[in-house]
Structure formats: structure tokens, C-alpha cells
């Protein structure tokens, strides 16, 4: 499959934990998050997003959580399942802006 | 996969050939996009269509050209392909192209120049 990042940070937990990506945002005028899965040989797949009036939005076994004070964004991700196994990006817009634009990812592995 | 199809899936072609490269999408949304990826730079936009014969630029446009002649289809042209332009390429789809909403994307293809 592609490589989307050779060097990319990497977070290794056991299958059953809970997983924690974490993504530090730059520009204080971003106002929309959003988390995307990257499969090997795939697009990035979009799981979850928040805007910034919320400080915690809950999907299926997913939630993000925003702070802005210190502009970071994480991912949890419970009872984690080999299929998580991926590539995770973080990405922040403002309004005005013509795009996301994409952090560099972290590489989730699972443990059996 | 969002409706979208990219295609090919891989190219290998020689330095200074002009290459084409074909998003389809199913969904009847306005907005198209096209994303390059490479290792130590993320996602980055280089074209994107807010509609039939209207595109615009991205961040990194230098050698590339798009068209848009229906609905469906966003055609990514490199006119003489360089060893730079070795990449992934993505296309991404986008309902209402507000900054605040997500985009979609296909599983890419992977060009590579030599």
C-alpha cells in the first residue's frame, strides 16, 4: 500500500484498550476539527468532527475532545480492534479559509 | 468510498509526458478536489471546483491543470510531468463546500515519474 509517512509518530496499545491520538492545532482562528483514518492503500476515511463552541462530541467508540487554550485536539478510541490499525490525521479550518489543512498523522498499531 | 472513483489506480510514466488523471463521482456534489500526499507534508490541496467550468487554485498548483465539463468528473492534468510530482494523488468531494464540513475522498492514485 502507499506510504503516507515514513517517519510518522507511532502509538502501539493492546487490542481491548482504549487508544489516545493527540493533534496540536496552529492557528488560533481555527474553529472546525476533524479526525480521518487512513487505511494502507486507502483515502483518508472521516470519523468524527467538532467545531469549536463544543469542548467534546461522542461517536460510536470514538470521542474527540477540544482545548483550545492550549490549541489541542485528541482522538479516543475505546476497546481498541485490530481493524483500527491506521494511519490517524487531525485537520483544522477557519472560516474564510479555502481548506483544510492536515496534520501529519500518527500511525496507530494494535497488539494482540 | 463516498461514490468516488480515481483512476488509474497506479501510473508509472517518464519524465516530460503529459498525464491525466480522472476523479468520478456519484453523488451529484458541487465541490471537487484534489490533494497530493507526500511523506513530511500531509494532504495538500492543489486544485478544487465549486462547480461545473469553475475551478481555482490551491496551495500547490505550479504544473497542474484541472477541468470540469460535468457534474461528475474532475480531470487532474500534469502537462510534462517532473520526478517532484511522484506522489499520491487524492480527490475529495464535499456536498457544500463550506469550510466547516467534511470532505470525502477517493482511495487515490499513485503516480509515480521517473
Known amino acids: 500500500g502507499e506510504s503516507v509517512g515514513l517517519h510518522l509518530p507511532t502509538l502501539s496499545v493492546q487490542e481491548g484498550d482504549n487508544s489516545i491520538i493527540n493533534c496540536a492545532y496552529s492557528?488560533?482562528?481555527?474553529?472546525?476539527f476533524i479526525w480521518y483514518k487512513q487505511e494502507s492503500g486507502k483515502g483518508p476515511q472521516f470519523i468524527i468532527d467538532?467545531?469549536?463552541?463544543?469542548d467534546k462530541r461522542q461517536g460510536q467508540r470514538v470521542t474527540v475532545l477540544l482545548n483550545k487554550t492550549v490549541k489541542h485536539l485528541s482522538l479516543q478510541i475505546a476497546a481498541t480492534q485490530p481493524g483500527d490499525s491506521a494511519v490517524y490525521f487531525c485537520?483544522?479550518?477557519?472560516?474564510?479559509?479555502?481548506?483544510?489543512?492536515f496534520g501529519q498523522g500518527t500511525r496507530l498499531t494494535i497488539n494482540p | 468510498d463516498a461514490g468516488i472513483t480515481q483512476s488509474p489506480r497506479h501510473k508509472v510514466t517518464e519524465t516530460g509526458t503529459p498525464v491525466t488523471l480522472r476523479c468520478h463521482q456519484t453523488?451529484?456534489?458541487?465541490?471537487m478536489y484534489w490533494y497530493r500526499q507526500d511523506p513530511g507534508h500531509g494532504l495538500r490541496l492543489i486544485h478544487y471546483?465549486?462547480?461545473?467550468?469553475?475551478?481555482d487554485k490551491g496551495e500547490v498548483s505550479d504544473g497542474y491543470s484541472v477541468s470540469r465539463s460535468k457534474t461528475e468528473d474532475f480531470l487532474l492534468t500534469l502537462e510534462s510531468a517532473t520526478s517532484s510530482q511522484t506522489s499520491v494523488y487524492f480527490c475529495?468531494?464535499?456536498?457544500?463546500?463550506?469550510?466547516?464540513?467534511?470532505?470525502?475522498f477517493g482511495n487515490g492514485t499513485r503516480l509515480t515519474v521517473t
Open positions: 475529495a468531494i464535499s456536498e457544500s463546500g463550506s469550510y466547516n464540513s467534511p470532505l470525502h
Open positions: 492557528n488560533s482562528a481555527s474553529d472546525y
Open positions: 467538532i467545531r469549536s463552541n463544543m
Open positions: 485537520a483544522e479550518a477557519y472560516r474564510g479559509a479555502q481548506k483544510l489543512v
Open positions: 453523488e451529484n456534489h458541487r465541490y
Open positions: 471546483s465549486y462547480g461545473v467550468k469553475d475551478t
